[in-house]
């Protein structure tokens, strides 16, 4: 016996809906398979999800774009190739003993460790970029000779150019997430707009069996599965 299970992504959640509104409003004839009341509900409750799917879709859209463009790359690639190359020559001022291997913890970098801390993110090159600036402002503060070529104020040009994008990346970060919110704070009440429609078609035709009776019900929206070896009859 083949069993419903409801909508478990946006788009399935919405069809569903959509085609047994539409059913409805097609009809030649009245037939009461949903009642007025419930019609209205799932119809308002459609146009409301989709339209917090389609602002979600759009705020996603805007971040991925502006993450993707140019100019946002192009100064993420400035930033992390000036903060790498001012990080290689730190280590190799340590390798040459012009700088004590201690000096690493300015830049919150173990003291044992000659590698490049990770970039593998913009948040990491962000932070790398901070701890650097930071480190080398308290490091020749204490006395210690800067580095050149390039130097920190070269980093730290590179590092604002990039930021005011990135800060920007996580306004529109912002939005998609809060979008995202309203959607999944609706997810509960479509699911059980839908529950009462899916009962009342099957109510309405449940003098009818077999696939007969599934093959109607899908065609107001509702979704069957077979079970593993089973077959239509």
Known sequence: MPYRRLPNT?????????????????????????????FSKADKKLQQFKGAVDRY???LDAQVNYSKSEPYQNKLKNAKMYVSHFLTV???????????PTDRKYYSIPEDSGEL??????????????????????RTDKGGIPIYNPTIAKVAV??????????????????????LMVVSLMRPQIDEVILEVWNSIENYFSDMTGEKKLKTCRDYGLIYYYRTGEKAD
């Open 117 to 138: 801390p990770d970039m593998s993110s913009d948040i990491a090159v962000i932070r790398c970029c901070e701890n650097a600036i930071r480190g080398e402002k308290n």
């Open 57 to 59: 879709v759009k705020s």
């Open 90 to 100: 730190f280590n190799m001022c340590i390798k040459r003993g012009e700088i004590k």
């Open 158 to 179: 590179h590092y604002e150019l990039f930021k005011e994008l990135y800060d920007k990346q996580c306004e529109l970060r912002q939005l998609t997430d809060e979008a």
């Open 10 to 38: 946006d788009k399935a959640r919405i069809r569903s809906l959509e085609t047994a509104i539409a059913k409805m409003r097609n009809s030649d004839y009245y037939a009461p398979v949903l009642s007025p009341e419930l």
